[in-house]
């Protein structure tokens, strides 16, 4: 299974852009990359998911790097809300699909 | 979204006993679902993989006699830990693949397990 890297833990103004990097240069062409979150005490939650093109929905951005070796999460606002540990992961297209947790990163935001 | 419900969310159990943790995925079928356990300030790890009506494939290092795990129909994972102890204290988490759309996971909210 591929592997990422993130750093552990970053800080961010609340109403600032936080730009959350992940390494995975290992992935493999069908390998999808996904971001989910985990607030204290609870299942993670997801963000986001790519391929190859840049993606955007109602909570994030997701810009994945021309090689496809790195890509990183982009909240254009935090909010004390977004303060949680986010985890980059990648998936495979095919075969069960599983999961595997990297340390994540724990974003704290500032008020 | 999808909505992957645990139940219990907490469960405290004496030594020895054994418990049951429930994973239903709500408003989907999945032949997929997966058993996580975390400890405090630690990612997730990853226990087994469960697919409906067969046997589970446990992750190097996972006891499957001692995490039974079943996965009798296309909405329900149970994960039973026997014989616990305190050691087993942790965080469980299950999450479910939509058959239909199986990309990406949805998880449950998580089973706060403490053995006394």
């Known amino acids: 299974d591929a592997k990422t890297t993130q750093p552990n833990s970053m800080e961010s103004n609340e109403e600032e852009p936080v730009h959350l990097p992940c390494n995975h240069s290992t992935i493999s062409g069908t390998d999808y990359i996904h971001w989910y979150r985990q607030l204290p005490s609870q299942g993670p939650e997801y963000v986001i998911h790519g391929l190859t093109s840049n993606v955007n929905n109602r909570m994030a951005s997701l810009a994945i790097a021309e090689d496809r070796k790195s890509s990183t999460l982009i909240l254009h606002r935090a909010t004390l809300r977004d303060a949680a540990v986010y985890y980059c992961?990648?998936?495979?297209?095919?075969?069960?699909?599983?999961?595997?947790f990297g340390t994540g990163t724990r974003l704290k935001v500032l008020a | 979204g999808a909505v992957v419900s645990q139940h219990p969310s907490w469960v405290i159990c004496k030594s020895g006993t054994s418990v049951k943790i429930e994973c239903r995925s709500l408003d989907f079928q999945a032949t997929t679902m997966f058993w996580y356990r975390q400890f405090p300030k630690q990612s997730l790890m990853l226990m087994a993989t469960?697919?409906?009506?067969?046997?589970?494939?446990?992750e190097q290092g996972v006891e499957k006699d001692k995490f039974l795990i079943n996965h009798a129909s296309l909405t329900l994972s149970t994960l039973t830990v026997t014989s616990a102890h305190p050691e087993d204290s942790s965080f469980y988490i299950c999450?479910?693949?939509?058959?239909?759309?199986?990309?990406?996971?949805?998880f449950g909210q998580g089973t706060r397990l403490t053995v006394v």
């Open positions: 469960s697919n409906e009506g067969s046997k589970a494939t446990y």
């Open positions: 999450s479910a693949r939509d058959s239909v759309r199986p990309i990406w996971a949805f």
């Open positions: 992961i990648l998936s495979a297209t095919s075969g069960t699909y599983k999961y595997i």
